[in-house]
């Protein structure tokens, strides 16, 4: 929506009350104890917190310094850690893990350092019930809290835990059971300073009394009763400290009673309008009434009226309005065109609120008009919706809120306010949120997933989702790098790749998976295209616009993603198997040493054979034939095409007609074939393969300029090529045809003479051609990225840069080598 509507969210930091409801005490840079398993013994480690994201923490081994590739995320809920020294107190064995003994030799050393040295992270977050528990986690439904009244500092009354949105509580008054909800519910965020835990009203001297709302819906001995229960209520102490320990203290205010100021009316939050501080309690807080006019409303109790402290929102000192070109509205009753202050003041015999008594407006202004957010409705509490920043003055801004039936002026609120949501928020916490019509062109990927049937779907499993934990909530993906990683993706980038990613909500976790793997591929459209949405077979899931860039372009595709726990092992699975990876390179479970396929074994093509698509398995023409070709070319409207062409044509006849090869490989199966039948990615229409190939051949051309006997398929014409009548001479046939008078033998480069075909060729084998070139340091890379004689063959010199990270000259010297085995493999092997 963000892209399609060109806008921007508001940054992540400047909802502090999110972050806040996150922290569980734990900070970058402590260090613990960790367990490294290993095949032999339990072991323990220290390692340093890097980064926190509410119960999960990032982690990386001493002595890993700043090397950032072995960093991985861990569960504090579910992790085997301890303070620092717990090893030693427990008799348990510390040993670093393979790659820091890699590292360091003397790594004992480097343990005493780091036990001498270490910012230990406090036992107590750690251990017991409470360990990896933020606030938000201790305010469980069901508990029993204290809410003072919004209109007198000095009255509290009970309230009960219904739900716990993400830290946004939903309160039902004690004895206001059987009420209309609009009467007996109110929502709060945890934070709010008027709410706290049972016993406060008790320690603070404060009166045990319902809401005025509410008063008059029960007798006097009704309330009493119901008072006795409330204050029978035993406060759990245990969860006191975490609870107030993210409060800011309330600073004292300087106002008295009968100032005058400009305020913002919190129940119709749509305009600012002279008010009158009404009465001070103490010196956190005081009564700020709205001013009206008109003669029924000088009764007491008839205007409306709300508890303020110091930095509460909405309240502005006099002229506030009138300096930020905000308009003012006079209050009802006011007779006269315009309103002045200076004249209002003389009226009402009263002096405006001088300057000091506000705070501060902040230099620095992250929130930007235009950004999106999400909101709460002001006028319907329960509904948070997508809304659009109009403007911003100070610390206050006017957003609009999309997706209502009717519409509202723009509501008025503090940037600091906790009724407002960073984007995202409300699927994080499994809660609906009310968004506009999609924007025209916006394909919806299921009928199933309509916004309406989405929020029906949502709240009639709200007791089942809770805190967006359990159904919705993924188990960690694991990147197991040393699984077979088929031939779109790169082994060297997936080695690269964290550990794991989650949990969290599966449709977030499993959209980052697959980000991951599509950066991680030789060409990230073409993996994209394997992963987008298939009419024929659904998930039924969630529909997500996934991105790849490939050779300066980009590229875009609709993926569909599981939105539920049950559904991930097998999604993760089915996603190798089309990616014709390893079934257990990703999915939540961790192969530490020898995977249940026995994939180490498999080579890219090889493997494509047992696990691939098996599109076409017969021995043969591929599908398509030479129409296909043609077409391809055609479009591209290259050069040279006959040779082009016949250079794909012997490659794919080849491919499919050597025993050893499986016709079910990249090169052919047909899998050519697929590139072109779907346009659904921009700016990737051509066949990719197709083209590396033609480069090569052009390529070829241009270093190597090799003699061309007559009979060789270069240079025999197309006609003559039918693929129903398959006619190649031999190479004794090449060596007694006499020289090309274009091309004379004098000109001819050494020949390489192959002892087999290279369609044949193990990794092992490819390693050991490369070695007894001037190449030979660049082994270890074919080594390490898999490549065989397939795969070899198929190299170009694009390919070789990108891919193996190439500067020119090496990579020219190397394709040289390649091209030399390309011309011996059609002249000894591809008749």
Not at 50 to 74: H, K, M, N, S, V
Not at 77 to 105: F, N, Y
Not at 475 to 501: M, T
Request: net charge neutral; hydrophobic share 30%.
């Amino acid at each position: 929506y963000l892209e399609e509507t060109g806008t921007l969210s508001v940054p992540h930091h400047a909802f502090k009350h999110v972050d806040q409801g996150l922290e569980t005490g734990l900070t970058p840079g402590m260090k613990l104890e960790v367990c490294v398993r290993t095949e032999s013994e339990t072991a323990y480690w220290v390692a340093t917190i890097i980064t926190t994201c509410g119960q999960l923490l990032l982690l990386r081994y001493e002595g890993y310094q700043d090397d950032r590739r072995a960093d991985f995320w861990c569960d504090i809920m579910t992790a085997d850690l301890h303070p620092i020294g717990w090893s030693k107190q427990q008799g348990r064995p510390m040993r670093p893990p393979e790659g820091v003994r890699e590292k360091h030799q003397d790594w004992e050393a480097l343990l005493e350092k780091a036990l001498a040295e270490s910012c230990s992270v406090p036992a107590s977050l750690l251990e017991g019930a409470q360990r990896g528990c933020n606030p938000i986690d201790l305010l469980s439904p069901g508990l029993n809290v204290e809410l003072v009244d919004r209109q007198d500092a000095g009255v509290v009354w009970s309230s009960v835990i219904e739900e716990n949105v993400g830290g946004r509580l939903r309160l039902r008054y004690a004895g206001a059971d059987g009420l209309p909800d609009t009467q007996s519910i109110t929502w709060v965020f945890y934070l709010d300073p008027l709410l706290h835990l049972p016993g406060w009203a008790q320690e603070h001297s404060c009166t045990l009394r319902p809401p005025a709302a509410l008063l008059a819906l029960r007798t006097e001995a009704e309330w009493e009763e119901v008072k006795k229960t409330v204050s029978s209520q035993v406060q759990d102490s245990s969860i006191n400290e975490e609870f107030y320990r993210d409060r800011s203290a309330i600073n004292p205010h300087s106002f008295t009673e009968g100032m005058k100021l400009e305020a913002v009316d919190p129940a119709a939050p749509f305009t600012i309008s002279p008010a009158t501080v009404a009465k001070v309690f103490n010196d956190q807080f005081f009564l700020v009434q709205m001013d009206d006019m008109r003669d029924e409303a000088q009764k007491e109790g008839c205007r409306r009226s709300f508890l303020c402290h110091r930095d509460s929102p909405g309240v502005f000192p006099t002229q506030w309005s009138l300096k930020n070109g905000v308009k003012l509205c006079p209050p009802p009753g006011f007779q006269g065109q315009d309103f002045d202050w200076a004249d209002y003041l003389k009226q009402c015999e009263a002096e405006a609120a001088p300057q000091q008594c506000f705070p501060p407006d902040p230099f620095d202004q992250c929130i930007k008009e235009s950004m999106m957010l999400e909101a709460v409705n002001p006028l319907c509490p329960e509904n948070i919706h997508v809304a659009t920043v109009i403007k911003v003055k100070g610390q206050h801004m006017w957003i609009r809120l999309e997706g209502l039936k009717q519409a509202i002026p723009e509501i008025i609120v503090h940037t600091d306010s906790m009724d407002i949501f960073p984007v995202s928020w409300c699927e994080t916490n499994g809660y609906p949120l009310h968004h506009p019509c999609k924007p025209r062109g916006h394909r919806v990927p299921s009928k199933d997933f309509s916004p309406d049937t989405t929020k029906q779907q949502i709240s009639s499993s709200q007791a089942e989702i809770g805190q967006a934990n359990g159904k919705y909530c993924c188990p960690k993906i694991y990147f197991n790098h040393r699984c077979f990683s088929g031939p779109y993706l790169n082994k060297g980038r997936i080695a690269e790749l964290p550990q794991c990613v989650g949990p969290g909500n599966c449709v977030l976790v499993l959209k980052e998976v697959l980000t991951l793997l599509i950066n991680s591929a030789y060409k990230p459209s073409r993996v994209l295209r394997e992963l987008q949405l298939d009419q024929e077979g659904r998930w039924q899931g969630h529909g997500e616009t996934l991105k790849a860039k490939y050779k300066g372009k980009s590229y875009r595709a609709t993926v569909e993603i599981v939105r539920t726990a049950d559904q991930v092992a097998d999604f993760c699975r089915k996603t190798c198997i089309k990616l014709e990876c390893c079934p257990n390179l990703f999915g939540p479970r961790m192969v530490l040493e020898r995977c249940s396929e026995n994939c180490s074994v498999l080579t890219k093509t090889k493997y494509t054979y047992y696990y691939g698509k098996k599109k076409s398995r017969r021995v043969g023409r591929p599908p398509g034939g030479h129409s296909n070709l043609e077409g391809g070319v055609k479009r591209r409207g290259r050069k040279r095409k006959r040779r082009k062409q016949l250079f794909v044509h012997k490659k794919r006849r080849s491919s499919a007609s050597v025993d050893n090869t499986p016709a079910g490989s990249p090169q052919g199966s047909g899998d050519e074939e697929d590139l072109d039948e779907d346009d659904s990615l921009s700016e990737d229409t051509g066949s990719e393969l197709q083209d590396e190939l033609m480069d090569d051949s052009e390529y070829s051309e241009k270093k190597s300029q090799p003699p061309t006997p007559s009979p060789s398929p270069p240079e025999t014409p197309r006609p003559t090529r039918r693929r129903r009548k398959p006619r190649s001479p031999s190479c004794s046939d090449d060596e007694n045809r006499p020289p090309s008078p274009k091309s004379p033998r004098t000109e001819v480069p050494p020949k390489l003479c192959l002892d087999s075909s290279p369609l044949e060729w193990s990794v092992t084998d490819v390693v050991r051609f490369i070695r007894t070139t001037d190449c030979a340091p660049l082994a270890r890379i074919f080594m390490d990225q898999e490549i065989d004689g397939q795969a070899l063959l198929l190299l170009n010199l694009p390919t070789v840069q990108e891919c193996m990270d190439l500067k020119l000259g090496p990579a020219i010297k190397l394709c040289h080598h390649i091209e030399q085995v390309k011309l011996a493999f059609y002249q000894q092997f591809a008749s």
